[in-house]
């Protein structure tokens, strides 16, 4: 009798401790990864597996490192050249008009170091203030022509579908991010204003000179402070006519262009017209996803210049609004669909930003919760 109660005890004990759901539900979380496979990159397929393809892949070879390599290297090296011939002048000439007019606004403050030579130059600067937007003008057909010549390094074959971007006011253009490069692409057909992450090394040099000319807005990922004053920018930016088109890649980070993850709400919440752009890369050739976490910027670069071709499908799709009765979130989501079924992308319920942190404490309470809810009811029933 002892020996059954015991039995009996123990069987109540393992039932009472029963955890395969849990370890069911965890063994499928990693079966079924999506979240890691956002962000995986994808090797192409070997073909150069037997006797008669090897000689192929080695001529292969030759032509990409040692013919079309050094000829994409001197087409950018031309490009460089161009550009800062033409961009260093406008941007000295600029910058010492800027400094000029505030020395003027501090002399007109007080009344009694203002004579009429001084009025007739401050005449002449007003006249000079309207002509700012053709030097603008300026800067950007030359970040067009620079980062047209990036595309060319690339052997970049790109098709733009739907009408070209207009610059009017009160409109933000948003669209899936696998690359940086994906601001390439967009900039050299329409100067945008982008929203980027602050990158060390010669990009964050580039950054703050000349990508800060077309009004780009940068912010730190790691600084919570950031998104204060970012969003400020971003109201500011919308609100004026004469500013480039805004565009936000509103994932938050690079995706290896087969899914799509949450939509930061962020470019929803404007209170302006949302303009989606779908991008999708063919990969006959070459990734262009960006895996930040394993490779730079420039070995991705170097990547893309000595592969065959980068071939690139770009849709500017049907400006959205956002509806009576649906919130930021829900719009966010709706624009999320329109360019993942143009694109062929897969959404997934994930957020970008866990690439880069741990797992929220809450999102541990809650399962530790939900197991001790679990094991109460067990509990209960016996």
């Not at 919308?238 to 290896?256: H, M, R």
Request: charged residues 20%; positive net charge; aromatic residues 12%.
């Amino acid at each position: 009798m002892e020996i059954i109660c015991i039995q009996f005890r123990d069987q109540k004990m393992r039932d009472l401790l029963d955890i395969s759901p849990t370890l069911t539900e965890a063994a499928g979380a990693i079966v079924d990864d999506t979240f890691t496979r956002c962000f995986k990159s994808n090797p192409p397929e070997p073909w150069n597996w037997n006797v008669y393809l090897f000689p192929l892949w080695c001529c292969g070879v030759v032509v990409r490192y040692l013919v079309l390599f050094p000829i994409r290297v001197l087409v950018l090296t031309i490009g460089w050249i161009i550009f800062l011939s033409a961009f260093i002048p406008v941007h000295l000439l600029l910058k010492g008009h800027d400094k000029l007019r505030i020395k003027l606004e501090v002399l007109i403050i007080e009344p009694t170091t203002l004579n009429s030579m001084l009025l007739a130059y401050v005449n002449d600067l007003n006249v000079l203030k309207v002509n700012l937007s053709e030097y603008l003008r300026v800067y950007r057909c030359l970040v067009e022509l620079i980062c047209s010549f990036f595309v060319a390094s690339w052997t970049g074959v790109v098709k733009y579908h739907g009408p070209r971007p207009s610059n009017r006011p009160k409109q933000v253009f948003v669209a899936n991010h696998t690359s940086m490069i994906d601001f390439i692409v967009l900039e050299q057909m329409t100067a945008f204003a982008v929203i980027m992450q602050k990158h060390p090394g010669w990009v964050g040099l580039l950054q703050s000179t000349i990508l800060e000319s077309v009004g780009c807005i940068w912010f730190n990922r790691s600084e919570a402070k950031d998104r204060e004053i970012v969003a400020k920018k971003l109201r500011d930016h919308v609100q004026g006519a004469d500013n480039n088109p805004l565009l936000i890649f509103p994932e938050g980070t690079c995706v290896n262009n087969h899914y799509t993850v949450m939509f930061k709400k962020g470019a929803f919440e404007l209170g302006c017209t949302v303009c989606p752009v779908a991008i999708k890369y063919n990969k006959i050739f070459v990734d262009a996803f960006w895996n930040s976490r394993k490779q730079s910027f420039t070995m991705h670069l170097l990547q893309l210049m000595t592969s065959w071709a980068v071939v690139c499908d770009v849709w500017y799709l049907e400006p959205q609004t956002l509806k009576p009765g649906e919130t930021a979130i829900e719009f966010a989501e709706r624009v999320r669909d329109i360019i993942s079924v143009r694109a062929g992308l897969k959404k997934v319920p994930w957020d970008g930003y866990l690439k880069y942190s741990r797992p929220s404490p809450k999102h541990r309470e809650r399962k530790q919760q939900s197991f001790a809810e679990y094991v109460l009811q067990r509990l209960e029933e016996k």
